[in-house]
């Protein structure tokens, strides 16, 4: 009989339950036994959801309290030695640490897992680094599982993914080269799976979805040989795209399951069914893990049945394409979208019983799923037919779009000149990335003018008073370049897609970012236009307020749309030049009321690269574009300023500076400036504000460590070209930690400035 299952389900719960928990941990209002009290009630829950559902293989050890790498770097006791770490089991306090940093030791590495909105802590290693197995975690929640009379697979990420994403942190040592040091500690929990009485393990290995170089491949070869020892049944899954030539590496590994992500690789299918034997597992990840459309059950069973039909159904998964961490949680609670949108969408706890109606029609025919057939094949009828899906206005405009619309109408360094001259601004000017801290204040009368209980002129007010302070503030510190602060803004994409046609929004739709951070990804279901102007009043206002230079903030086009759910009935590139035509209208009104600055954010423009190099340069076209079109309408006198988080930025230098913005600002503190490396070997022309310190960590940093990066920032780049500024936005920071931090940032500018 066919078996269904999942790769992994999301952690934070329907009502964002473990979010709650941590961050009342952090804030000490309640101990770490309510926290894993916490933990322990979603993970049950979470398990008897998938046998509810009938989901044969049930995954444990998915469940981390903050990320599935950072899990294995603590099971593995490779803790950083600045966090003092002794030996032996790494403490809750230690755990949390290593993602946030602390007074004394600043947080590990963050950066976005594989091309996913999922930010995972990059492991450090040092040489002579050594691994010994030190935590019971995915021991534990086996038993646990086994407790509430639940059989699970327990889920782990495999040595060439977790040496592959790891930062040597000593000049000369290749992180592969640490394998022989890791794979007795992999060995060893096998083993302790083993003993307590699990007989699969799913070892998740998504670099095989990558360019793989040939220490890579060897590596593969000698860990699975190792594995093949350890007396349990491994499926090795791959997931987020296809094998393409690692298909004959990977088939000749002993394994005894393969997992394969139909959504993205499909085109391995035929090759894989060649080589695969008959006798292994084939697990089929046929139901999307990463979006939220509603699955065309009766194409999936299509296809399902030539390779049952080929292989037969003894030895055959249907599962997910990849875990459903990157889903919401239960669409059942949304209680906003009506009944034609929510129609043709599948939640994570929807896609449960998509996969067990694919597995019974596989074994028993369509009919033994007909209430699901059905209602996949009436939510796909009504969805192509609706005419709020296309938009004959937007089509024709996008159509009319000349390659000229995407130019400036002077070159960069004809700008510059302009620019400073009409801006005329110190060395080393200070700004800030454009939000300010969402107070319990702030968001309790956002949620209040939501529920009705505060009317909209209030509410208008409550934004106008929190705007001038935050001015008023950055006016005292003394900041060049000042913001208006986002107080009107609940997330920067959900604010401009609430405001364009062609988006929806859930209630409950979160999805893990990173940590305790959750998003709610707004739908994009149809074309999409800018009815009105969405950002000019709120930055005119703070403008009308100071003399200082005031920075439109907007959200760019490639950020949007890899930051929602996007529509998957025609080209992405088509999605994003709509948003781009948009973002290009508000440009346009902002420089018309007097905006001279203007920041477009690209933070996810690196994450929408495919994961193969040879699909690099046509994404690479298409976004570049975007960004360009949204922008080209500026005047010469506009500077036009982007912003990018955390991303290897070396090997798309090119595609950034064809970005052609004026100002680039990126988080850098965490690499000890790094990254600014890639900038300077490329001799970017442009200017730079690399961060000077880390927000995503409760700390302050003083005057002395932000002199320091900017010294090392100089030692990189031409000073003239530089800026100061945080890493990323201070929204989820509170002013008792914003504004010391400014003015420590401020000092270190003026520091600067005095020596330069």
Known sequence: MTQSAILGFPRIGARRELKHAIEAYWKGGSDANILQETAAGLRARHWRLQQAAGIDVISSNDFSLYDQMLDMTAAFGAVPPRFGHAGGPVPLDTYFAMARGTSAAPAMEMTKWFDTNYHYI??????????????QKAVDEFLEARALGIHTRPVIIGPVTYLSLGKAKDEGLAPLSLLNAILPAYVELLRRLKTAG???????????????????????????????????????????????????????????????DLVRGQPDLEQVLALWPADRVLSLGIVDGRNIWRTDLEAAHTLLDQVATRRGTSRLQVASSCSLLHAPVDLELETTLDDELKSWLAFARQKLDEIAALATALDHGPDAASQAFVASRTAKQARTASARVHNPAVAARLAAVRPEDSDRTSAADVRRILQRAALPLPAFPTTTIGSFPQTAEVRQARAANRRGDLDDASYDRFLKTATEQAVRIQEQLGLDVLVHGEFERNDMVEYFGEQLEGFAFTRGGWVQSYGSRCVKPPVIFGDVSRPAAMTVAWSQYAQSLTDSPVKGMLTGPVTILQWSFVRDDQPRDDTCRQIALAIRDEVADLEAAGIRLIQIDEPALREGLPLRHADWQAYLDWAVDCFRLSAGVAADTTQIHTHMCYAEFGDIMPAIAALDADVISIETSRSDMELLDAFRDFRYPNDIGPGVYDIHAPRRPDVAAMRQLLEKATERLPAERLWVNPDCGLKTRTWDEVIPALENMVAAARAARAQS
């Open 122 to 135: 990059v492991p450090e290693f040092h040489a002579g680094q050594t691994f010994d197995l030190v935590g």
């Open 198 to 260: 699990a007989d699969w393990v799913q070892i998740d290995e998504p670099v095989l979805a990558l360019d793989l170089d040939k220490a890579q491949r060897k590596a593969f070869k000698q860990a699975y040989l190792t594995f093949a020892h350890a007396g349990l049944e491994i499926l090795l899954a791959n997931y987020f795209g296809g094998l393409g030539d690692n298909i004959a590496l990977v088939t000749s590994l002993p394994v005894a399951g393969l997992h394969l």
